[in-house]
């Protein structure tokens, strides 16, 4: 999915030299339909509004979870009907279930939904294992649970999203008590249930917790408005993160967008560029908030604001530029310390994607300590120091370095005694 921001940019490029008309959300109901052929889904999608708004790129998901049973990694196949430069689909693994995330980007002139509204997207494939299963498949949100879908026009270059409305679930099951056939379990049945969450004045969650793939880039215009007040999708917020000695504890500032309903933070870990939301900050005056991220790692952050339209969907301003930020690693733990000789040997428990350790010496408890060795690898959990009159106390810390080649220190360790 990392892809999308190229695809809509794609998209923005083919509708360069047409007139600029801002994308707004739809009044009319969009919904989403599932019909079920054995163990095979059928996903369907209708847009009143489609034929005023000519539709070329499309971003939603589904919820694939099991309730009983055993079941493979389901497939998603796009119906040959469907025109589009790119079709694109992904199935993430989300602890007992399965989300299926599913992206059409196209020409100006391919159109995903025709003059009616409706269009057959693809086939989900259920893949259960065993004579007896029960399988549920719905529509699920972008950004929270709320089923929703983002698209683009042909004469806008804003990602909207919407909500789906009238969406159902659909369950599949087979009991293997229901059929005499050597193979185990008679025909799959489909039942179908309304989603509880498919209610168009759901309001979204005032926090969040991170999302399972990365969020779309857009690609955004200023507001054509003007007015006072009014949402300025062209606005970057001016974002800092930091994160305090020794600490995981991430603390980000921003400044306020001018008519902006809240904020949404992502981060991507390392290099892979997946970035994925961990904050929405609901309360539009606030322009602070800490997120504890995982120690001795290594992240890029940004965000961006959202405005709540009409019928409850949310259209996204500009992201901030990226913010990067290495995390402290634990506090070392478990140091030992025994005499032999002329030395004294240490030993300590590994702390996680740390990349070494630092040994301080010093002759009073809470007095001035020296770096006495430094260990380059994480691996390394013990070592030994000379013998020392001025060595009476010792205590350890962990490093690991950013992108700047600089250390960033973990807390130090319980102080030990030498005996």
């Not at 009991?175 to 799959?188: E, F, L, R, T, Y």
């Not at 290099?271 to 939301?277: A, E, L, Q, T, V």
């Not at 994607?353 to 060795?373: E, I, P």
Request: aromatic share 8%.
């Amino acid at each position: 999915m990392k892809k999308w921001l190229s695809y809509l940019l794609l998209s923005a490029l083919l509708i360069a030299a047409l007139p600029f008309s801002m994308a707004r959300a739809e009044e009319a109901a969009c919904s989403g339909k599932l019909t079920a052929n054995g163990n095979q889904i059928n996903v369907s999608l209708s847009v009143l509004q489609a034929a005023a708004e000519n539709i070329t790129s499309l971003h939603f998901r589904l919820d694939v979870s099991i309730s009983s049973g055993a079941m493979d990694e389901p497939a998603f196949q796009f119906a040959e009907a469907i025109q589009s430069e790119v079709k694109d689909s992904k199935v993430i693994k989300n602890n007992d279930s399965y989300i299926v995330d599913v992206i059409l980007s196209g020409k100006k002139n391919q159109i995903i939904f025709p003059a009616g509204g409706q269009a057959d997207i693809g086939t989900v494939s259920l893949r259960p294992s065993g004579g007896a299963y029960k399988i549920s498949t719905k529509f699920t949100g972008i950004t929270d649970e709320n089923p929703a879908m983002e698209y683009v026009t042909d004469s806008g270059q804003s990602v909207i999203e919407v909500p789906l409305v009238n969406t159902e679930m659909i369950t599949i099951e087979r009991d293997s008590q229901d059929s005499s056939s050597s193979s185990g379990g008679g025909a799959p049945s489909a039942t179908k249930a309304p989603d509880a969450q498919a209610s168009p004045s759901a309001a979204p969650p005032s926090t969040a917790t991170p999302d399972i793939s990365p969020s779309p880039s857009p690609s955004i215009a200023p507001d054509a408005t003007g007015k006072p007040g009014s949402f300025n999708k062209g606005e970057k917020p001016s974002l800092s993160a930091k994160a305090g000695k020794g600490s995981r504890v991430v603390t980000f500032k921003w400044n306020k967008i001018s008519g902006a309903d809240g904020y949404m933070i992502y981060s991507a870990l390392g290099k892979s560029g997946n970035y994925k939301r961990i904050k929405t900050v609901s309360k539009p005056k606030t322009t602070t908030c800490n997120v504890t991220m995982a120690y001795a790692s290594s992240y890029s952050f940004r965000m961006r604001a959202y405005k709540i339209s009409d019928n409850g969907g949310k259209v996204y301003g500009q992201y901030s530029q990226v913010k990067k930020l290495t995390t402290a690693p634990a506090k070392v733990t478990g140091v030992k310390l025994k005499s032999s000789g002329k030395k004294m040997n240490l030993s300590w428990k590994k702390v996680k994607n740390t990349k070494g350790y630092q040994v301080y010496a010093g002759k009073k408890k809470n007095g001035k300590y020296t770096l006495v060795k430094t260990l380059k690898k994480g691996t390394t959990l013990k070592t030994s120091v000379k013998k020392n009159k001025k060595y009476k106390y010792i205590k350890v810390r962990a490093y690991v370095d950013n992108a700047s080649k600089k250390y960033v220190y973990g807390n130090f360790s319980k102080v030990i005694k030498a005996k």
